[in-house]
């Protein structure tokens, strides 16, 4: 199936039509007679999009929306609405309640079905979004309707640039968004454009449809611009190219729409769509950076620090290349908790990251893997070079006060490395993360027992 559909509607006829006409594009159908079996039938099949009659008995089309939208299952289920007459005060209150689409008959068959493919694929990358943070997040979600703080840019094109001068004129009267204007001519270069605009309005006729399926199809797959929805406006009567619009992947198609009102809305929404998605990718990156990063230090943990390790043995098999592995450790760390309190040997961590980081070159990996133990791994880097490195290190450190917090008196620490050197040799079993760690720790511990504030190698490095 092409997903599941709940079909409201007062009339059997009017829901058996719609069956008919979705079941035979694949969909799965279920069906309800009022707004609260709706609700029930909502709850029990968890439908992927509404198509609802939007003069049900005895609730307007902004009170069903809203009764849908109470449930927390249901906030962000597509709905889509259909009039049987015109009346642009239910469709604008229909759209200020949380609508997504509101048409009205008679629908042309293609495009009521290319409408639905389309919100349905805006559900699936909603649910891509949100389904990558965890249920706490997840719970702020769901739509609201208000404006937003910060006004969107938004980037008006049309077949002439006076067109577009008049759309922005007419847009711009009471509202805060920012409004700049192109002409189809010019327009090939805006997803080279930096910043990219929020939203991309395009007015597109069928003399120049050939120009602006192609400025459509580039704004959809520029990097830059591709997260960017667009709103294109044709004329009533282009149903057949409103459809290829919708499925070349235009977030919205307003066929003649004259009402500055609903567009405001249309835009509105679709700004909120593009925001909220946005909120979520950087949430998925501040927990993708959480998995990988020490929030005390900042280095990389342990989860990152294996998987490139092993990268490193991998990349270097045909190369021969050989890189170092360093496991360092501050000496008598537990002294500076025990003497000057938590708070101190949690500065002396953050220094000491700051010190080693600073003698590390860019493609080198830095990370804490226990209380005061550090990995070091520096790529295409030779026994004679990592020795000089790791001593480097040790005298960085050494030379450098650490101020601790609260008292303004400083501390000297010290630290102690162990060194070996990850290298495929022909003949030899290849290297391993767990056998490269193991020769790194017996060099610390040579290091230790040699008076610590140095740096050691593996004898098995040594060849």
């Not at 005390?296 to 890189?323: C, D, K, Y």
């Amino acid at each position: 199936m092409s997903g599941k559909i709940l079909v409201v509607d007062d009339l059997a006829t009017n829901r058996i039509v719609l069956k008919v006409k979705l079941s035979a594009s694949h969909y799965d159908v279920v069906q309800a007679a009022s707004d609260h079996e709706a609700i029930v039938m909502a709850r029990r099949h968890r439908p992927d999009l509404i198509l609802a009659n939007a003069r049900l008995s005895n609730v307007t089309p902004a009170e069903f929306v809203t009764a849908v939208r109470r449930e927390p299952a249901l906030a962000n289920t597509p709905i889509m609405l259909l009039q049987p007459t015109d009346c642009q005060a239910e469709r604008l209150s229909a759209l200020r309640a949380g609508v997504n689409d509101i048409l009205t008959k008679p629908v042309h068959d293609a495009l009521l079905l290319a409408r639905l493919r389309n919100l349905l694929r805006q559900q699936i990358d909603t649910q891509d979004d949100a389904g990558q943070v965890d249920p706490a997040q997840t719970l702020g979600f769901a739509e609201t309707h208000s404006d937003f703080e910060l006004p969107g840019r938004i980037i008006i094109a049309a077949p002439k640039r006076t067109e577009a001068q008049n759309l922005k004129s007419w847009l711009s009267r009471g509202t805060r968004h920012l409004f700049s204007v192109t002409d189809m001519d010019n327009a090939m270069t805006l997803s080279d454009a930096e910043p990219p605009a929020d939203i991309y309005l395009l007015r597109i006729t069928e003399a120049e449809a050939e120009t602006g399926l192609r400025l459509l199809a580039q704004l959809k797959a520029a990097q830059r611009t591709r997260s960017s929805p667009v709103i294109v406006l044709v004329d009533a009567e282009a149903i057949p190219l409103a459809i290829t619009l919708l499925d070349m992947g235009a977030d919205d198609v307003i066929n003649g729409l004259s009402d500055r009102p609903e567009l405001t809305l249309r835009l509105v929404k679709q700004l909120h769509r593009k925001r909220s998605a946005e909120r979520h990718r950087t949430a998925l990156r501040d927990r993708l950076r959480a998995a990988m990063i020490d929030p005390l230090t900042g280095a990389h943990n342990r989860r990152f620090a294996m998987p490139f390790v092993q990268r490193l043995i991998t990349a270097n098999r045909e190369s021969g290349e050989s890189f170092a592995v360093m496991v360092a450790d501050l000496d008598y760390f537990k002294r500076v908790n025990d003497s000057h309190g938590h708070a101190a040997g949690d500065r002396v961590l953050c220094e000491a990251t700051c010190l080693l980081r600073a003698h590390l070159r860019e493609s080198d990996m830095l990370a804490r893997i226990g209380g005061e133990e550090f990995l070091l791994v520096l790529p295409d880097t030779p026994r004679r070079r990592a020795l000089r490195i790791a001593e480097r290190l040790c005298r960085g450190v050494r030379e450098t006060p650490i101020i601790l917090p609260g008292s303004g008196t400083s501390l000297t620490v010290t630290i102690s490395i162990g060194v070996t050197i990850g290298r495929h040799r022909p003949g030899l079993p290849a290297p391993t993360v767990e056998g490269l760690l193991n020769e790194a720790d017996r060099a610390l511990y040579l290091a230790k027992a040699q008076g610590r504030n140095q740096a050691s190698f593996c004898a098995r490095s040594a060849a």
